[in-house]
């Protein structure tokens, strides 16, 4: 009768420990996730998938700056940003020290933020900039005057 309960109880935490286990199907079984559709990339301004746009950070005097570029089209341009510090205060308008500039040394002012307004130590929004047709190399987005650095660039490249 022991024995009968041990294999018993064996069974069923063997089964236990099956089901609680990876359930997913072996990688040549499982279909690819579905990538969500993005925003179409006018050919005027020949940028690549809104995927290429990989972020970039700069980490200098106790502030770190990161720029994701969300989309890029003729029209216009959203870049997501986030400032954080322990030691500085955010205490200024991203419409007011950020501009793209092209390939041409054209600045470009944002129109609007929509984030976190001013102060604290941690800040994060989009910047929308509008933009003319005219073909475009590169973008660089300069962020200027933060924690007393003159100028931080940031660059993609649109061919």
């Known amino acids: 009768m022991k ?20 359930s997913a199907a072996p990688a ?15 050919a005027k301004v020949s940028a690549p998938a809104a995927a290429e746009f990989a972020p970039q950070t700069n980490d200098e005097n106790s502030v770190t700056v990161e720029v994701t570029p969300l989309n ?8 997501k940003l986030a400032f954080n510090t322990h030691s500085v205060p955010l205490d200024f308008d991203p419409t007011q ?22 102060g604290g130590h941690h800040r ?5 900039f509008e933009l003319d047709s005219h073909p475009r190399q590169f973008i660089e987005l300069v962020v200027h005057d933060v ?12 061919q």
């Open 3 to 22: 024995r009968w309960i041990l294999l018993l109880l064996i069974a069923s935490i063997g089964l236990i420990a099956t089901a609680c286990g990876n």
């Open 28 to 42: 040549e079984t499982q279909k690819p996730a579905k990538q969500p559709a993005s925003a179409p990339v006018s």
């Open 72 to 79: 890029i089209t003729d029209t216009g341009m959203d870049v």
């Open 97 to 118: 020290i950020i501009v793209l500039r092209d390939a041409n040394g054209t600045d470009i002012h944002p129109v609007s933020w929509d984030g976190s307004g001013p």
């Open 124 to 128: 994060k929004g989009t910047l929308h």
């Open 147 to 158: 924690a007393d650095i003159p100028a931080r660039t940031f660059r993609w490249d649109l």
